[in-house]
C-alpha cells in the first residue's frame, strides 16, 4: 500500500497547486521517483491515471525522472518537480 499512499499524497498536492493558480486543468506533471518508491515510469504511469481519474489532472502528459540512488534521503519518495497548468 506504500504506492497507494505516495499517489494520494502527489494528487493531493497537485490539487492543491492547481486550486491556488486557479488552474482550469493540469496538462502536463514532472516528477522524480525515487530508488525505493517502488515505481517504475511506467508502473507509475498507470498508477498516475487511475488516481487522476476524475480530477483536473486526468489526462494530464507524465514525465519521470528516476533515481538509482538508494542512499539518498528521499530514496523512497515521490516528488513532485512541476505542474504544466491552463
Do not use: Y
Request: proline share 2%; with cysteine; hydrophobic share 40%.
Amino acid at each position: 500500500m506504500h504506492e497507494h499512499s505516495l499517489m494520494k499524497n502527489l494528487m493531493e498536492k497537485i490539487e492543491q497547486i492547481a486550486s491556488e493558480q486557479s488552474a482550469e486543468r493540469v496538462v502536463g506533471v514532472k516528477v522524480w521517483l525515487g530508488a525505493l518508491s517502488h515505481m517504475s515510469p511506467g508502473h507509475f504511469a498507470e498508477h498516475f491515471e487511475d488516481a487522476s481519474a476524475g480530477t483536473l489532472a486526468e489526462g494530464a502528459h507524465i514525465t519521470c525522472e528516476s533515481s538509482d540512488d538508494i542512499n539518498d534521503p528521499g530514496a523512497q519518495d515521490i516528488r513532485l518537480l512541476s505542474l504544466d497548468i491552463e
